[in-house]
């Protein structure tokens, strides 16, 4: 089971960027999917997450309203749209999904690779 995360890149403050990451492998069932962020510097944060069945998503205070995690079960990928980029957002972006493969009765915490997002003031 992996996870693959897509979408960084460079952008203007004020511009938007869309994150995806896809879960693949032998996978029985994902659960609650998410993505954190690291700075240079700084403690890898919370971004926001997305329950599985209701799609309930819970964000960090600090992402404004800026920010949108939505995801598409079929796919097993996860999204985040970000708007009105600020330099501060400049971090590595990392997925984050509870997946509980083929064959294993509990779910396991996985996380994809990260993906740049830097934003130029």
């Known amino acids: 089971v992996q996870l693959q995360a897509f979408g960084g890149g460079l952008v203007q403050a004020g511009g938007s960027l869309r994150l995806s990451c896809a879960a693949s492998g032998p996978i029985f069932s994902v659960a609650d999917m998410g993505w954190y962020r690291q700075a240079p510097g700084k403690q890898r944060e919370l971004v926001a997450t997305i329950t599985r069945r209701l799609r309930a998503a819970n964000y960090a205070d600090s992402m404004g309203g800026r920010f949108t995690i939505s995801r598409d079960n079929a796919k097993n990928t996860v999204y985040l749209q970000m708007n009105s980029l600020k330099p501060e957002d400049t971090a590595v972006y990392y997925c984050?999904?509870?997946?509980?493969?083929?064959?294993?009765?509990?779910?396991?915490?996985?996380w994809g690779q990260g993906t740049l997002v830097t934003v130029s003031s």
């Open positions: 984050k999904a509870d997946i509980r493969s083929l064959g294993s009765s509990y779910y396991g915490a996985y």
